[in-house]
């Protein structure tokens, strides 16, 4: 550590090197890359998490099951009114699509925060729309900070069990856990998937980004209760 505080540059290099190499576990390489470089979106990690991790490495996979808060430096985009903020409100349909497009625009900073918890229910077309700007965060190398997602989680529970040939339910459900890392529900959701629509399992992909942990709706009321 006190090295890493004297000569920055130098273990930011070595820690780079690490991850590429599956060395150390990813989680708490990157932590300290944060405090090192302070992750801004035209900061040294931001630079280096872009250009070498994400193409080139399978470092990340094991973060699945990260419990640990997203940094302070990247809160400060990813809270209320941050830069890096999205909030989905009302029925997520094509009166969403304003919202939902704002999605792609955040996808400049390392990490979005996407908070559904205000969301009143699913429609087929805006689960389609979400389900794009997912995948081009995961394509685009974003990390991810859900706010309410097991409540748009149930749902799509309700609705693939009244709609079973929906794929876009599905596909929604589908992206959810793999955002979040959760190879297991979502290799069961695909198997559930492939019998209702009658089609192949999606075959699980581990996402080269951060997976940040999820928020719930009561921890949101709690953060947002808690004085500055």
């Given at each position: 550590m006190q090295?890493?505080?004297?000569?920055?540059?130098?273990?930011?290099?070595?820690?780079v090197e690490a991850l590429k190499a599956e060395k150390v576990a990813p989680l708490p390489a990157w932590l300290m890359l944060f405090d090192l470089s302070g992750y801004r979106d035209d900061g040294?990690?931001?630079?280096?998490?872009?250009?070498?991790?994400?193409?080139?490495s399978d470092a990340l996979r094991q973060t699945g099951s990260a419990t640990t808060c997203c940094p302070k430096a990247c809160r400060r985009n990813c809270?209320?009114?941050?830069?890096?903020?999205?909030?989905?409100?009302?029925?997520?349909?094509t009166a969403s699509a304003p919202d939902l497009a704002r999605i792609r625009v955040r996808g400049r900073y390392p990490v979005v925060h996407i908070d559904l918890t205000k969301v009143q229910h699913v429609q087929e077309e805006?689960?389609?729309?979400?389900?794009?700007e997912l995948q081009f965060l995961a394509g685009n190398g974003n990390g991810v900070l859900f706010s309410g997602a097991e409540r748009i989680e149930r749902m799509l529970r309700q609705a693939v069990d009244t709609m079973p040939k929906m794929a876009a339910f599905w596909q929604l459900l589908l992206d959810l856990q793999r955002l979040q890392g959760n190879q297991k529900k979502f290799e069961s959701v695909a198997l559930e998937y492939a019998l209702y629509v009658e089609t192949d399992p999606p075959a699980w992909e581990p996402?080269?980004?951060?997976?940040?942990?999820?928020?719930?709706?009561?921890?949101?009321?709690?953060?947002?209760?808690?004085?500055?």
């Open positions: 090295y890493a505080t004297t000569m920055p540059m130098s273990a930011i290099e070595i820690l040294p990690t931001s630079r280096v998490y872009r250009n070498a991790i994400r193409p080139s809270g209320p009114a941050g830069a890096a903020y999205v909030e989905i409100d009302g029925p997520l349909g805006g689960c389609a729309l979400l389900s794009q996402v080269l980004m951060p997976v940040l942990p999820c928020e719930t709706v009561e921890e949101k009321a709690r953060r947002t209760a808690l004085p500055a």
